[in-house]
């Protein structure tokens, strides 16, 4: 299928999903959004439950893949890594401004492992590393609980894009990146003088 029209599909039926229930979610609004047949709309994806179970598989699949293929896998600051991932992140909410509300809908009574694993072909193991693997845990001050810092500051990080999404600013699909990565290193350098040497 032409990327374009896959892609109208996806965030035509991403924010149709996200708006109604599965049962409530109507197909035809999906086609006149994407701007598609409804035959065609079946002739790729079959029925309103497969397209709904491939926009699952999408949802966790598209991020992942961007993180793992984008990500300066040499980078040793966790800061700077934690950066970078939520910088993907914002440029894939870009393509697909409706995936957040879907996945929250979908995924709300579901733990990260288990979302990890509802996608059998996906790379866990190398995922898993995003945030330890080549970090110079040595920069941190000494008594700091390593691990306990990194989910502070990742949560930090990852609340902050919770709230922009949240924004007027995270309305459109037109994210000020200049704006993001200097409100983010705001975050960073305050965070750095707590934990860094």
Request: include cysteine; charge should be negative; aromatic fraction near 16%.
């Amino acid at each position: 299928m032409d990327v374009e029209k896959r892609n109208a599909i996806i965030n035509s039926a991403m924010k149709e999903f996200s708006a109604n229930s599965f049962q409530k979610a109507s197909t035809n609004k999906i086609v006149e959004e994407a701007g598609i047949s409804k035959g065609l709309l079946f002739h790729y994806f079959g029925t309103k439950d497969k397209l709904y179970k491939y926009l699952q598989h999408f949802s966790i699949k598209v991020i992942s893949e961007e993180i793992i293929d984008q990500l300066d896998w040499e980078q040793r600051d966790i800061f700077m890594r934690l950066k970078e991932i939520s910088l993907i992140k914002f440029k894939v909410l870009q393509r697909f401004p409706y995936l957040y509300d879907f996945s929250l809908i979908v995924f709300q009574n579901k733990t990260a492992e288990e979302i990890l694993h509802m996608n059998t072909d996906f790379p866990l193991e190398l995922y898993s590393q995003i945030y330890t693997y080549n970090i110079d845990y040595s920069l941190f001050k000494e008594g700091i609980e390593v691990e306990r810092a990194i989910n502070i500051i990742r949560w930090t990080i990852e609340k902050y894009g919770d709230e922009f999404r949240k924004s007027p600013a995270g309305d459109n699909t037109n994210f000020d990146y200049k704006r993001i990565e200097k409100e983010i290193y705001e975050y960073i350098d305050m965070l750095k003088s707590c934990f860094y040497k």
